[in-house]
């Protein structure tokens, strides 16, 4: 399975971007999805995760409250709204298959990324 991201691009500080996460699998109800970002000269980390029902969802502290993760089924999208965007997000952010909600080592089938570049 391949997901595809898009949505990403050039923002300023205190602005707003929506990434999509579009996967071609019948089955995408049945998956837990996430959102991870690597910023340059970092580590992959783990963003946001949703269960396939759509009603538990995951992030890490650095994004509450900011960030909101969604899934439509009917069109096997997982949508991460990026609110009140700083230049400490600028990164590249993957969709990929989760196995576990936090533990980004366990997930599969990630996608080439979008890059989300906030300017101060």
């Known amino acids: 399975e391949q997901v595809e991201e898009s949505g990403g691009g050039l923002v300023q500080a205190g602005g707003s971007l929506r990434l999509s996460c579009a996967s071609p699998?019948?089955?995408?109800?049945?998956?837990?999805r996430g959102w991870a970002r690597q910023a340059p000269g970092k580590e992959r980390e783990f963003v946001a995760s949703?269960?396939?029902?759509?009603?538990?969802?995951y992030y890490a502290d650095s994004v509450k409250g900011r960030f909101t993760i969604s899934r439509d089924h009917a069109k096997n999208i997982v949508y991460l709204q990026m609110d009140s965007l700083t230049p400490e997000d600028t990164a590249v952010y993957y969709c990929?298959?989760?196995?576990?909600?936090?533990?980004?080592?366990?997930?599969?089938?990630w996608g080439q990324g979008t890059q989300v570049t906030v300017s101060s």
């Open positions: 699998v019948s089955t995408f109800s049945g998956y837990v």
């Open positions: 949703i269960n396939g029902a759509g009603d538990a969802k």
């Open positions: 990929a298959r989760a196995a576990d909600f936090r533990n980004i080592e366990s997930w599969t089938g």
